[in-house]
């Protein structure tokens, strides 16, 4: 049997050991975060479109009283386009 064979292999075992890492003091430092301003006029903007109600009440109902009375037109031409329209911007 070759113990220097067994002596080799311990010592590899020991090279790849970790080793204990010294703690470092704790600093005084703190964690700061800073928001850009850019990123503030973001929240803003954002607050205030939830305020806003996401259905216009005074076109739906002004829209309600012509279908009634049956003053409301429609031009197809005009909703053809904006239908293009719309669909061209949503597929950009």
Sequence with gaps: MR???YNKI????????TM????TAKG???DELTISNTARDYQAARQALARVPDIREDKVNAIKQ???A???????????A???ARYE????
């Design 28 to 30: 005084s430092e703190r």
């Design 10 to 17: 311990g010592q590899v075992y020991q090279a790849n050991q």
């Design 20 to 23: 204990r890492i010294k703690e």
């Design 66 to 68: 012509s279908m009634e």
């Design 89 to 92: 911007e949503l597929s950009l």
């Design 82 to 84: 904006k239908l293009i």
């Design 3 to 5: 113990v220097e064979a």
């Design 70 to 80: 049956g003053a409301y037109q429609v031009s197809a031409d005009s909703f053809a």
